[in-house]
């Protein structure tokens, strides 16, 4: 495994599974000495970045045209979820803890970064090597397969919806997105307004039964945005790609919102990164 970009002194590694949490407060909650230095590797499941769309014509129900850019600008998505020997890695957090005061706190954003992610992380590296000692050994080893592809498919999905959720978040963010950008031109044709699109995800994140996910997500079939929720994170009935993820697992927030989800949903709101859902949706979109 490679190193993991975390402070050495504060809380152990955990599976994802692990109900006991150790909370370090006297961490330092900083960031910025650890990012100057970070190198920027690959590590995502879009296709290459496409350009900002086009209006879309009024008897098309297709997605705007686009145009396609130097697939170098799709680095900046899902950016060090990989390392550069090929397993997966915790990207850095692309702002300190304590950026998203006061609607994340800072406490909640290390504990779930350092400790949850990392579990996600670990568990699909172990998953992956498992897999492999599986084909290795051939024989009646490969009844072993059900198990350490469903630890695949949790914990990988956990990593990269994680991924998503730290890049889709930003200080000073929120409101509606840029109307002349991608995602702003989407939203309003799909959704009617920004308005009405908030309303829509914030009430599918208050009601996803136990833990999961609100997804905004582009709908390749059809090629129009989707709010969808997911109750288990590694399965989907519809298969999106996603572009901005609300985390509502109780790690996300309760050690500030307690047990008011909707208060969270309610804040999350005013950290999203239309920057990020943008480039994902430019990445996401086939080219005509």
């Not at 109307?179 to 031109?185: D, E, L, P, S």
């Not at 059809?222 to 929720?229: C, I, S």
């Not at 309610?266 to 080219?287: G, H, K």
Request: aromatic share 8%; charged share 15%; glycine share 8%.
């Amino acid at each position: 495994m490679p190193n993991m970009p975390i402070d050495p002194n504060g809380p152990p590694a955990h599976t994802a599974a692990d109900a006991t949490l150790h909370i370090t407060t006297e961490d330092p909650l900083t960031r910025r000495a650890l990012l100057a230095g970070a190198a920027v590797v690959g590590g995502w499941i879009a296709i290459p970045t496409l350009a900002a769309a086009q209006e879309t014509p009024a008897t098309s129900p297709a997605s705007p045209t686009v145009t396609q850019a130097a697939p170098a600008a799709v680095v900046a998505v899902n950016a060090g979820a990989v390392s550069p020997d090929g397993m997966y890695a915790l990207p850095p957090l692309p702002y300190d803890y304590a950026d998203l005061e006061p609607y994340l706190d800072a406490q909640t954003v290390k504990l779930h970064h350092d400790v949850h992610h990392l579990g996600y992380v670990n568990g699909a590296n172990a998953a992956l090597a498992e897999l492999a000692r599986i084909r290795e050994a051939g024989g009646d080893t490969i009844r072993q397969v059900r198990a350490a592809t469903d630890a695949l498919q949790f914990n990988l999905s956990g990593h990269l919806l994680h991924t998503m959720y730290w890049s889709n978040m930003r200080r000073n963010g929120g409101g509606p997105p840029d109307a002349n950008t991608a995602i702003g031109r989407l939203v309003q044709r799909d959704f009617g307004s920004y308005e009405a699109f908030a309303g829509q995800f914030q009430a599918a994140a208050a009601q996803v039964q136990g833990s999961g996910w609100a997804i905004l997500g582009y709908e390749t079939v059809a090629r129009r945005l989707v709010v969808l929720q997911v109750e288990k994170q590694q399965n989907s009935s519809v298969w999106v790609v996603p572009l901005l993820g609300c985390d509502v697992w109780e790690h996300a927030y309760y050690l500030k919102y307690q047990n008011r989800r909707s208060d969270y949903v309610r804040a999350f709101m005013n950290v999203v990164n239309w920057d990020d859902v943008d480039a994902r949706l430019r990445a996401a979109e086939p080219q005509r």
